[in-house]
């Protein structure tokens, strides 16, 4: 097959140290990604792609029906409200400011470069629509566990940068490794000589075995974004996604809600128990007699909205209609009992077990189900510790998704020339992506901080000179940097000397009054 694509070359005097030729390892190197290991054969590339199963215990066998199962789940109400809440502490979309910026603080570059590079990045933003669709792209990478995007190039103006960013259905594409060996002759074992790496496309989707009917293409993998959730099945190199967990809960939870219905509707109505008296009939006759009564005194006419007719359904019997029992001479007669419906229909704590536990398999706090529990954002005593650790999942979260970022990025600045891939791979490591969050919350957070150091301040104010110095309590009290420092000063001295400044009378001091006192 032609690779489709483009790719990002170097010089041989560039490679890195890692992809030296002389290097010998007979171990391939094992990434997050699970990308499946096959020959090098043309013929086992698409069988190949979807080759490594994941055996679950619901009976999941390949990657394709893996990814069905967990939106199959994620339609379900309460995984759908626990996603809901994952996606809105991550995406915050109800501001006008930017769902995500690039911060280059910690990057060693000149400023031209930076500006350069700020550009490129909301170019890309721009391209994927993510301001308007951040919530649905973050959604589908969180339930998928993986996503998919096709940098779109022309090869004929490739220093012209991405034309568009589409975003593939991962029941379409797969990453495949294509390892090739050759046997040390010194040592005799298998070594790896070349690693190959493409991904594969089928426009009809790959099917339970791996192939499809439709067209299949071989892609550069320069050509493609592909960013996982980073859980693996180790025993599969499977990637998995934060769904895995709650696949059997959920199933769980659907059929005892469903239990629940059957025993409702078999338990709840109140049914009589007729017993007719028939004397010393035989049996055959004391049938006839109790049918006789049971068709007179039943009721069960049925009109068809259809045919407009009505229609005599007696000779039919419901589990919910009453109970007809012959009773012997000698007997009480006949009589008529009601039985009772269920007496503990209110009782759902099995229900509500598996809907807690749920809400723990998507690492979601439980007190979120409970709609009369509300959650205070006031004051640090009233944020528990499920919300701190809520908190920190998804900020993991957004640390994963931004890899995406990160390749489309390097992919953009290496095509229009602003930095080379050597360069990129350097500092790639100290970009930060900084995504708004709720304003509300981190407003109240930023007050009951900086009320905390004040008061920690003022513990600690007579002991400045004696035990702690200036420098000292800015650095690790108040918690300023060295830029903030710096930025304070020169505030505070322009202040100064612009006559602003505090004074305990009127809020307000003069430069000469602070020189004054200082005298």
């Given at each position: 097959m032609d690779i489709f694509g483009f790719e990002i070359t170097r010089k041989k005097d560039e490679l890195r140290a890692s992809e030296v030729k002389t290097a010998k390892s007979f171990v391939p190197q094992v990434d997050d990604d699970g990308t499946p290991i096959v020959a090098q054969q043309a013929g086992y590339i698409a069988g190949g792609a979807y080759g490594a199963y994941v055996d679950m215990e619901g009976g999941i066998k390949n990657e394709v029906e893996l990814i069905r199962r967990y939106r199959e789940t994620s339609l379900v109400p309460e995984c759908d409200a626990a996603i809901e809440d994952i996606?809105?502490?991550?995406?915050?979309?109800?501001?006008?400011?930017?769902?995500?910026?690039?911060?280059?603080?910690?990057?060693?570059?000149?400023?031209?470069?930076?500006?350069?590079?700020?550009?490129?990045?909301?170019?890309?933003?721009?391209?994927?629509?993510?301001?308007?669709?951040?919530?649905?792209?973050?959604?589908?990478?969180?339930?998928?566990?993986?996503?998919?995007?096709?940098?779109?190039?022309?090869?004929?103006?490739?220093?012209?940068?991405?034309?568009?960013?589409?975003?593939?259905?991962?029941?379409?594409?797969?990453?495949?490794?294509?390892?090739?060996?050759?046997?040390?002759?010194?040592?005799?074992?298998?070594?790896?000589?070349?690693?190959?790496?493409f991904y594969i496309f089928n426009d009809k989707g790959f099917d339970k075995t791996g192939t499809n009917e439709g067209t299949t293409v071989r892609i550069a993998p320069e050509a493609v974004t592909y960013t996982t959730s980073g859980l693996l099945d180790f025993n599969k190199n499977a990637v998995i996604g934060y769904l895995h967990k709650a696949l059997k809960t959920a199933n769980q939870l659907s059929m005892m809600e469903d239990a629940l219905v059957i025993y409702r509707l078999s338990r709840a109505p109140e049914r009589r128990i007729f017993y007719i008296d028939v004397g010393n009939l035989p049996k055959a006759k004391a049938e006839q007699y109790l049918a006789d009564v049971m068709n007179k005194y039943r009721n069960k006419l049925v009109y068809n909205a259809d045919t407009g007719e009505i229609k005599d359904d007696r000779k039919h019997m419901s589990m919910l209609e009453d109970f007809w029992l012959p009773r012997r001479e000698g007997g009480r007669g006949t009589e008529i009992t009601t039985l009772p419906g269920g007496q503990n229909l209110a009782e759902i704590d099995d229900v509500e077990y598996f809907k807690k536990k749920l809400y723990q398999s998507l690492n979601v706090p439980a007190s979120r189900m409970e709609a009369e529990n509300g959650f205070n954002m006031g004051r640090s005593s009233e944020i528990s510790r499920d919300e701190l650790k809520f908190n920190k999942f998804t900020n993991r979260l957004q640390k994963k998704f931004a890899r995406v970022f990160t390749d489309l990025l390097r992919t953009q600045l290496v095509l229009k020339e602003v930095v080379s891939a050597e360069e990129f791979d350097k500092f790639k490591d100290f970009l930060q992506y900084d995504?708004?969050?709720?304003?509300?919350?981190?407003?109240?957070?930023?007050?009951?901080?900086?009320?905390?150091?004040?008061?920690?301040?003022?513990?600690?104010?007579?002991?400045?000179?004696?035990?702690?110095?200036?420098?000292?309590?800015?650095?690790?009290?108040?918690?300023?940097?060295?830029?903030?420092?710096?930025?304070?000063?020169?505030?505070?001295?322009?202040e100064k000397e612009a006559g602003v400044g505090q004074d305990d009378q009127d809020g307000f001091y003069n430069s000469n009054e602070l020189g004054d006192n200082n005298e």
């Open positions: 996606v809105n502490e991550c995406i915050t979309s109800d501001s006008a400011d930017r769902i995500v910026t690039l911060d280059l603080r910690d990057v060693k570059l000149s400023d031209s470069i930076k500006t350069k590079m700020q550009d490129e990045f909301y170019n890309i933003l721009s391209m994927m629509k993510f301001n308007q669709n951040s919530h649905e792209i973050f959604r589908k990478w969180y339930v998928d566990g993986r996503i998919y995007f096709h940098k779109v190039v022309d090869s004929k103006r490739t220093k012209a940068g991405l034309v568009d960013i589409r975003q593939v259905d991962p029941l379409k594409i797969k990453k495949v490794r294509n390892i090739e060996t050759d046997k040390d002759k010194k040592e005799g074992v298998n070594v790896i000589k070349k690693v190959e790496e995504y708004t969050a709720d304003n509300h919350f981190t407003e109240l957070k930023e007050q009951e901080i900086l009320r905390e150091r004040l008061d920690a301040l003022q513990s600690a104010s007579e002991y400045v000179g004696k035990y702690f110095s200036q420098e000292y309590v800015r650095k690790y009290i108040l918690r300023q940097t060295e830029e903030e420092i710096k930025e304070i000063d020169s505030q505070i001295k322009s």
